[in-house]
């Protein structure tokens, strides 16, 4: 797949220019690098370009040479001229460098359009356009326009933003960061990060993926893909515009508390994706993957010659969620045997101020031999007698044929560049803070765990499937927002418990309810005009007689009467009044992006302001749904707290996973949200109380 | 002050060494980087070191050459006979460089006590034992045996490790920042960092005043020192050992809650410290106050030529707490005039991949005009056509003479190289990540807040001094820890509202005391072997008769000699039940660095697992106090949300302060608590319905 995009024999340059700091002869000079591609500049009005024979269109080239893929420089008008050329000539890849598509406004956007149906029609596999190209260190090419050459290494990137390919491609050459594939993406008119991911899963030379996205192209897609690729290769993701507030409006609790970034956090979660939070981040963490074994558990021993290095780095790991190794006793007794009296034998290890390349040696040996050992950070500072490249030989070594991670922060400027420059020349990443290198090992730490986390299909749910969608499509017919009772019939087809309730249109009707049903009970006021019923006098609790419903039902209506005099009043909805229990809720909200976002909370006030809710794309497996309902900072609270007693987790977990299969099944169901939930104690279910959802009448 | 330890005209080596590598030899090299200096080595054993006369013995030196000060490298042991000779001698200042002190066990301790007791007799102030020394930049002077020489500058620091006094200044000669004093604090036996922030803020060179700190001498002292200095200039700490959970039992709430970090905070907050996390955040910071005039506001514009690097960063403001400034019209009119049309005028403003240095130019002096602009951040990637040292020239100049602060992020590797160098010789910071500059921006936009908050004279609370002595002296002969009614008259002398609530013996007692004090009421059992009542059936709710009374007293009294056959029962205590309220808790936790250690935060279990709560050291002004209710994540849960009443603030604001009174008069109350204390709505003040504290009993 894309082989001879990324490996051609041949490559065209259409748009082909001699002037110096034109885009046609950067891409050209970059091409050049490698001597044993064929290079044909195309141009219409010139012969030879750089000591190259030009041709004036790509139908010109001799049959012979076969051309494995073109690229498009010219201005945007003529690119759809352009690839309608390469398709008739029989070219299958192709890169479009040139801007002014959809990036530009209308006309723009017409054009991309007229770009993808070519590509449709003579089967071309398109990057870009408005992209800065590809570099491939394993074949050699590089066919961009970026000032710098990637280094050889073992991180493909690719990029949604030029700009950020460029910083990245500068900022890795300083450090010595090496790229197996370098893309840039750009509008990702035809191939996107889907496609890459996969290539970049079966590149022999790729062992970690790394990405800058402001968006993907197809979510659902991308979390199936990015699951399985994460299995075997870590993937980590910038993706910016967290702050952007999407223009939708929002009417329920999960479109509130969703923002526009939870999905992002949700489905990068599910896929098994690695968040970064900066362009630092991502280079960082995936210059760890790049040279580091995983680490099988989260304790993390610390060797240092600066003891106050050493706290701010356990600080860091505290703060991290990593733990400081609590050493076996041998470790401590063979660091004894070496170092001086006055240092530190326990985690931080502090090997003293004066301590030569020996003593961090044979740190770093104990250490690395203790079972409760599973990552290692070395701190190296410049003291007086501190031989830098010294030590930095003996811990390249080490960590070259180490079967646990070491990171390193040499610490400081002009005096550790010696050690710095070693390490370097090994392959390893020297962390200009500790800070930075205890993040990647919680990034390594955090591989290891979603490396072995077995997510299980999606739970299978049996349902009336038929008698929902016959719902559905009465109540697309009427309106378009639902709630309260009238809807909770949906909830059965998923074999969701609700709560017993009855609709009466006058007081005797009521009284009549309410003995059918049992007391206690809660009459609630029916009416289209009033949505916050509480404020209206429109609840009653705790009805245990016929009289209560009565005296209720006159006094309801009285107060109601007062505050909204022209109210529209249906009558009265009663239901049994559930007590003992615990309020959640459970909510979806549909993302532009990625489908089905489901939230889960506590109900009542606390949700709204502590924003403790949890996210995940339906469908969810029962794994997703658990850890829905264990991750909230709240779950004590429905786990049982101090001799409470526990709520029925299990009922929550199935009721998550019927509503996940409900909204799967419906996409015409834009929100949806059951609250409250009331969950009773374990072993005792779970019943819906009130429901809400809103259809989108378009579907 | 110290101002001949800084800047001397002579200054005595006690130990100075002929020898390569030692640091007798490295100081004096050292020293002698000032030409103007008089530097008088001393040693026994040798007549003249480096070219200069040495002397055998302090004592020796001739009188007219009056030594400013000693700087001691003599094996600890003989240090407190060299103290003893310079007090004799006269000298008023000494460093010991010296390590064996206290650092390295008994023995260390022991001669510690020994210097400081010398050091008390002559009123010598010394720096160290266990230090690098210290370097003055505007007086020239470097009495320290540091490799690297502090470039000058207006930051001050001191360090608490010497090791990262190393680190910082080879890191900082890398990137180019200066200092006006550097010290090394070591054992910190004499002078310590409240010293060091008085001279600081007298000190003219000094504008911006950083630290690395691993705890403070003087907890109370720090706080009003720091609270007085950071009102003229910014203070930095980063302070080490936030893991570092004390082995001091804990027994209360607040004990738990607070861990040995919450103090810390809490004491930053009051002295108007800013907290680094790391020594990258100190430095960062401490650069942007060292150039920056302050924000007056948190609103920030970004100008950036690519669009993705304005999107993190705008990300990166989001997550800080900054806005993206709304520019006023003509500031969007004015960016259209010259900036191509497909640049972006809103902020972030993208000036585009192939804009040049006057369009940066242009787009930073219209952006500086904008009155809702309170800071900038500048972003440069190295474009193909990316002038990168021309855009540097042009925005140093403008920061050199901006009233507003601008921070540069020029991101890459060695194609931003030369702006770089361009910034560092204007003496402008240039973040090597945006997220560094938003942070730092951050950090300005903080310390001017910090600076225009008022925070007003601990409130002055009327209280029956005496009664409450007399009533902790006799508890205090009694028993060691005391909660519920037997201890409630400590509140009242401190005019806390507390329930009502009497002691009965038996049953006919019992039902005078509910009609005495007026139904309903609760009734709890009073043994001093059981403390969870409601475990053993010792709770009864909502009393509202005497024959509720009597059908409680004796089923409880059947229910607990049930559960607890041999429990000692004296009786049972009766209260006035209390509804309508919400529970909060005020406790305080006695700090080993800060003393009294307030905590508030919502009753119930919210408050342990949620960990949502606030914290002061007392004692407290009333801001302080309104600040500790309202910065809980739970405070609309008080101040009334939903259309639900407000509870009384006001009545917890006073109780704060009334307790922050309590526990300053008292330094004998170890751990206090009321839990819960019941506030009542608005204007209903509040009421405390129990209490505990634990006494020390040494005192």
Redesign the interface.
């Given at each position: 797949m894309l082989e001879k995009m990324f490996n051609p024999d041949s490559v065209a340059v259409i748009g082909a220019s001699r002037t110096e700091?034109k885009?046609g002869r950067?891409v050209l000079e970059n091409l050049m690098q490698n001597s044993e591609l064929t290079i044909i500049p195309i141009n219409p009005n010139v012969d030879e370009i750089l000591g190259l024979p030009c041709y004036h269109n790509i139908l010109e080239v001799p049959p012979e040479t076969k051309v494995d893929l073109a690229i498009i420089v010219v201005p945007a008008k003529f690119v759809p001229g352009s690839i309608d050329e390469c398709g008739r000539a029989g070219v299958g890849n192709v890169i479009v460098i040139s801007a002014g598509f959809k990036?530009?406004g209308i006309e723009g956007a017409r054009l991309e359009r007229e770009c993808i149906a070519l590509c449709e029609k003579y089967g071309i596999k398109l990057i870009g356009p408005n992209c800065l190209g590809i570099i491939d260190t394993a074949s050699g090419l590089n066919a961009s326009?970026a000032?710098?050459m990637a280094y050889e290494g073992n991180i493909a990137m690719m990029?949604?933003?030029?700009?950020?390919c460029?910083?990245t491609l500068?900022?890795?050459?300083?450090?010595g960061v090496g790229f197996s594939k370098f893309i840039s993406l750009g509008n990702k008119a035809v191939l996107a990060e889907n496609d890459f991911l996969q290539l970049f899963e079966q590149d022999p030379s790729t062992a970690v993926i790394a990405a800058?996205l402001?968006g993907v192209k197809d979510g659902p897609e991308f979390i199936k893909i990015a699951e399985r690729v994460s299995r075997s290769k870590p993937v980590v993701i910038?993706k910016?515009?967290?702050?952007?507030v999407g223009s939708k409006a929002v009417s329920s609790h999960t479109g509130t508390l969703a923002g526009s970034d939870a999905a992002y956090n949700a489905a990068f979660k599910q896929g098994g994706v690695l968040r970064a939070?900066?362009?630092?981040e991502m280079l960082d963490y995936s210059r760890a993957f790049s040279v580091c074994p995983l680490p099988e558990g989260r304790n993390i021993a610390i060797i240092t010659?600066?003891?106050?290095?050493g706290?701010?780095t356990?600080?860091?790991?505290?703060?991290s969620g990593l733990s400081?190794a609590s050493f076996e006793e041998k470790t401590v007794e063979r660091l004894r045997e070496k170092l001086p009296p006055?240092a530190n034998f326990y985690d931080p290890v502090d090997v003293l101020?004066d301590a030569g390349a020996d003593l961090y040696e044979h740190a770093l040996d104990v250490v690395l031999d203790d079972i409760n050992v599973n990552g290692i950070i070395v701190l190296v500072?410049?003291?007086?007698?501190t031989d830098v490249p010294g030590i930095a030989e003996k811990v390249a070594a080490k960590i070259k044929d180490s079967k646990k991670p070491i990171l390193c922060n040499f610490?400081?400027?002009?005096?550790?560049a010696a050690g710095e420059e070693i390490l370097n020349k090994y392959g390893i990443p020297n962390y200009?803070?500790?800070?930075r290198a205890v993040a990647s090992m919680n990034a390594l730490c955090n591989y290891y765990t979603i490396r072995n986390h077995k997510r299980g299909a999606p739970a299978e749910i049996k349902a009336d499937k038929e008698y929902a969608q016959s719902f559905i499509d009465s109540a697309s017919k009427n309106k378009r927002r639902m709630h309260g009772l009238e809807s909770m019939d949906i909830l059965k087809a998923y074999d969701i418990p609700v709560v017993d309730a009855r609709i009466a249109k006058n007081l005797p009707d009521a009284v009549k309810a309410a003995e059918d049903m049992g007391y206690p009970i809660v009459m609630k006021i029916l009416s289209p005009d009033i949505s916050h019923k509480s404020?209206v006098g429109g609840i009653r609790l705790n009805l245990k007689h016929a009289d209560d419903v009565e005296r209720a039902y006159n006094s309801m209506m009285s107060d109601v009467r007062h505050y909204m005099p022209d109210a529209a009043i249906t009558g009265v909805q009663l239901q049994k009044m559930i007590s003992g229990g615990k309020e959640v809720i459970i909510g979806m909200d549909r993302d532009p992006q990625f489908g089905p976002l489901l939230m889960f909370g506590l109900g009542g006030?606390?949700v709204?302001?502590?924003k403790d809710v949890s996210f995940a794309v339906a469908p969810i497996a029962e794994a997703e749904a658990k850890h829905m309902v264990s991750s909230i900072?709240?779950y004590?609270?429905i786990a049982g707290?101090?001799?409470?007693a526990a709520s029925d987790i299990d009922s929550i977990v199935r009721t998550l996973l019927k509503v996940s299969q409900l909204v799967t099944d419906f996409p015409e169901i834009l929100e949806f949200e059951i609250n409250p939930l009331m969950v009773m104690p374990e072993g005792q279910g779970c019943v819906a109380m009130d429901i809400r959802f809103t259809l989108n009448l378009n579907e």
């Amino acid at each position: 797949m894309l082989e001879k995009m990324f490996n051609p024999d041949s490559v065209a340059v259409i748009g082909a220019s001699r002037t110096e700091g034109k885009v046609g002869r950067a891409v050209l000079e970059n091409l050049m690098q490698n001597s044993e591609l064929t290079i044909i500049p195309i141009n219409p009005n010139v012969d030879e370009i750089l000591g190259l024979p030009c041709y004036h269109n790509i139908l010109e080239v001799p049959p012979e040479t076969k051309v494995d893929l073109a690229i498009i420089v010219v201005p945007a008008k003529f690119v759809p001229g352009s690839i309608d050329e390469c398709g008739r000539a029989g070219v299958g890849n192709v890169i479009v460098i040139s801007a002014g598509f959809k990036e530009a406004g209308i006309e723009g956007a017409r054009l991309e359009r007229e770009c993808i149906a070519l590509c449709e029609k003579y089967g071309i596999k398109l990057i870009g356009p408005n992209c800065l190209g590809i570099i491939d260190t394993a074949s050699g090419l590089n066919a961009s326009f970026a000032a710098n050459m990637a280094y050889e290494g073992n991180i493909a990137m690719m990029s949604q933003s030029g700009a950020i390919c460029t910083v990245t491609l500068d900022w890795a050459e300083r450090i010595g960061v090496g790229f197996s594939k370098f893309i840039s993406l750009g509008n990702k008119a035809v191939l996107a990060e889907n496609d890459f991911l996969q290539l970049f899963e079966q590149d022999p030379s790729t062992a970690v993926i790394a990405a800058y996205l402001e968006g993907v192209k197809d979510g659902p897609e991308f979390i199936k893909i990015a699951e399985r690729v994460s299995r075997s290769k870590p993937v980590v993701i910038v993706k910016s515009g967290r702050t952007s507030v999407g223009s939708k409006a929002v009417s329920s609790h999960t479109g509130t508390l969703a923002g526009s970034d939870a999905a992002y956090n949700a489905a990068f979660k599910q896929g098994g994706v690695l968040r970064a939070d900066s362009l630092e981040e991502m280079l960082d963490y995936s210059r760890a993957f790049s040279v580091c074994p995983l680490p099988e558990g989260r304790n993390i021993a610390i060797i240092t010659n600066a003891g106050g290095l050493g706290i701010l780095t356990a600080d860091a790991c505290y703060n991290s969620g990593l733990s400081i190794a609590s050493f076996e006793e041998k470790t401590v007794e063979r660091l004894r045997e070496k170092l001086p009296p006055a240092a530190n034998f326990y985690d931080p290890v502090d090997v003293l101020g004066d301590a030569g390349a020996d003593l961090y040696e044979h740190a770093l040996d104990v250490v690395l031999d203790d079972i409760n050992v599973n990552g290692i950070i070395v701190l190296v500072s410049p003291q007086s007698m501190t031989d830098v490249p010294g030590i930095a030989e003996k811990v390249a070594a080490k960590i070259k044929d180490s079967k646990k991670p070491i990171l390193c922060n040499f610490a400081g400027g002009s005096r550790i560049a010696a050690g710095e420059e070693i390490l370097n020349k090994y392959g390893i990443p020297n962390y200009s803070s500790s800070e930075r290198a205890v993040a990647s090992m919680n990034a390594l730490c955090n591989y290891y765990t979603i490396r072995n986390h077995k997510r299980g299909a999606p739970a299978e749910i049996k349902a009336d499937k038929e008698y929902a969608q016959s719902f559905i499509d009465s109540a697309s017919k009427n309106k378009r927002r639902m709630h309260g009772l009238e809807s909770m019939d949906i909830l059965k087809a998923y074999d969701i418990p609700v709560v017993d309730a009855r609709i009466a249109k006058n007081l005797p009707d009521a009284v009549k309810a309410a003995e059918d049903m049992g007391y206690p009970i809660v009459m609630k006021i029916l009416s289209p005009d009033i949505s916050h019923k509480s404020d209206v006098g429109g609840i009653r609790l705790n009805l245990k007689h016929a009289d209560d419903v009565e005296r209720a039902y006159n006094s309801m209506m009285s107060d109601v009467r007062h505050y909204m005099p022209d109210a529209a009043i249906t009558g009265v909805q009663l239901q049994k009044m559930i007590s003992g229990g615990k309020e959640v809720i459970i909510g979806m909200d549909r993302d532009p992006q990625f489908g089905p976002l489901l939230m889960f909370g506590l109900g009542g006030t606390y949700v709204e302001f502590l924003k403790d809710v949890s996210f995940a794309v339906a469908p969810i497996a029962e794994a997703e749904a658990k850890h829905m309902v264990s991750s909230i900072k709240t779950y004590p609270l429905i786990a049982g707290v101090r001799g409470e007693a526990a709520s029925d987790i299990d009922s929550i977990v199935r009721t998550l996973l019927k509503v996940s299969q409900l909204v799967t099944d419906f996409p015409e169901i834009l929100e949806f949200e059951i609250n409250p939930l009331m969950v009773m104690p374990e072993g005792q279910g779970c019943v819906a109380m009130d429901i809400r959802f809103t259809l989108n009448l378009n579907e």
